[in-house]
């Protein structure tokens, strides 16, 4: 399962690896090896760009007819798109292990991935949106209720995700809104696991966390030998999950005009290395 996943986020960008010499900015003002993008599964960057300002529309437009919206755009690519399929009836194909009543998943890029397994498994959908109400969906290609004019006491839910970094949305928004509708969650599906304590914040909380694959060093051992990135990006990978704050002390020793050649390009480069500064990232 994993292989076809790791060979997908590659080909679509999901997950983009630095040259050696120029690390990405994080907004945390942090440098890092690669970037994850889940959503660009959907077909690619440009797509996925796309296809999440549409959603921010659709939302502004209506709360109650969004959801629908949203998975007509969805079932569109789920039809045309080879990738986006096999992630779709693989994320069906975990939750159909799982006991729930219903699927969720919240606002924005949760609904690449909750809505197709929720159509594919006949099961009701519940639309969460950042302001922490929620629509619920009989059937996702039909029209929403408000979730407070349905009773979902007793229910489970099974929410299903993009990506888990530290489970912050879930801790502050998405389980809370759940079990303040009387549901229950004890499970949840993401198509990729940071590795960064998300799993461990669930599991505090009563969740356990299925993931299709996991940012560690058996995803780029599979794609060094696949070809996907060269030795030298894989040991600055392996390094970075070591420890970020160590890969970043370390390039910036390795390469002491990083910085100020940051601040020279300006713009988005500019204000992150004055972050880095502001927050003591910088102090080699």
Known sequence: ???????????????????????????????????INTHFLLENEAAAGEVLKRIEKAIADSKLTAPEDIFDMMLAYYNKNGTFKMVSDKL????????????????????????????????????????????YSESIDGPAVDSKDIDLKGKKALHIADLITEASSYERAWIPVIRGLGSEITDTVAVVDRHQGGREVLKNLGVELHALTGINKDLFDEAENNGLINETQKTMILHFLESPSDYMTAFLKANPGFIAGEIAKGGKNKERAELAIEKGFTNV
Do not use: C
């Open 1 to 35: 399962m994993e292989d076809k996943i790791i060979e997908s986020l590659f080909a679509t960008n999901a997950i983009r690896v630095a040259p050696e010499n120029q690390p990405f900015w994080y907004t945390s003002g942090r440098l890092g090896p690669f970037f």
């Open 92 to 135: 069906a194909e975990e939750a159909s292990k799982l006991d729930f009543d219903y699927i969720s998943g919240g606002e924005r890029r949760d609904y690449f991935f909750s809505m197709m397994p929720a159509y594919l498994l006949k099961k009701p959908h519940l639309t969460i949106y950042k302001d922490m109400t929620a629509v």
